[in-house]
């Protein structure tokens, strides 16, 4: 159980386009998700905070109007790149917040695989 | 958020089992300590997380000193599949995970 996925896993996209990422929580509901990004050799940091029905948290620094958060189900939130550019490209991973339950002793968070961007 | 001091860097021999310490001598009474690792171009995967009692389960076992100021990471038989970069993360629940830089091991065949 607690399985997530990212779609797509890769994207490679032209300066300027926007890209959509998708993060479904595969067998668990999930009010709230997050979504972070890596540069290579970095550690992970978190973007955005995204909540089920309502607008989502933006981290000190990230643009909200460039990184759109669309959070519409229990198991699916949407990152929309809009504007694309090079420095953007980077690995996009989400992750899914489980409530305590299920053999689970507490809340955990559980990671997709994530998406790696390439803006040319 | 409590910090946490990690070695940058582990070695360990295939089939031995691999011990990842980790200092977070300033969480708070109600964090968990979790752990996660990352595998070279994946996201992280969930290991276990512990409150004050050691822990086990079917990848590995947790123990957390009585004074909650430290842990231990245990992979009894570790495999090259456990190459990875391991967090230590303390945590509550509705809190923000904060990575920091992790231990990267590699297991030698």
């Known amino acids: 159980g607690a399985v997530v996925s990212q779609h797509p896993s890769w994207v490679i996209c032209k300066s300027g386009t926007s890209v959509k990422i998708e993060c479904r929580s595969l067998?668990?509901?999930?009010?709230?998700m997050f979504w972070y990004r890596q540069f290579p050799k970095q550690s992970l940091m978190l973007m955005a905070t995204?909540?089920?029905?309502?607008?989502?948290?933006?981290e000190q620094g990230v643009e909200k109007d460039k990184f759109l958060i669309n959070h519409a189900s229990l198991t699916l939130s949407t990152l929309t790149v809009t504007s694309a550019h090079p420095e953007d490209s980077s690995f996009y991973i989400c992750?899914?917040?489980?409530?305590?339950?299920?053999?689970?002793?507490?809340?955990?968070?559980?990671f997709g695989p994530g998406t790696r961007l390439t803006v040319l | 958020d409590a910090k946490t001091t990690q070695p940058t860097s582990m070695d360990c021999a295939e089939g031995r089992a691999a011990n990842l310490p980790c200092n977070h001598s300033?969480?708070?009474?109600?964090?968990?300590v979790y752990w996660y690792r990352q595998i070279h171009s994946q996201g992280p995967q969930y290991i276990i997380h512990?409150?004050?009692n050691n822990e086990t389960n079917e990848m590995a076992s947790l123990i957390i000193t009585e004074d909650r100021k430290s842990s231990t990471l245990i992979l009894p038989h570790a495999t090259l599949r456990d190459t990875a970069v391991y967090y230590c993360?303390?945590?509550?629940?509705?809190?923000?995970?904060?990575f920091g830089t992790g231990t990267r091991l590699t297991i030698i065949p």
């Open positions: 300033t969480i708070s009474g109600n964090e968990y």
């Open positions: 067998d668990f509901q999930a009010t709230t």
């Open positions: 992750s899914a917040y489980r409530l305590a339950g299920g053999g689970s002793s507490t809340d955990t968070q559980y």
């Open positions: 995204s909540n089920e029905g309502s607008k989502a948290t933006y």
């Open positions: 993360i303390p945590y509550f629940e509705n809190e923000k995970l904060t």
């Open positions: 512990g409150l004050k």
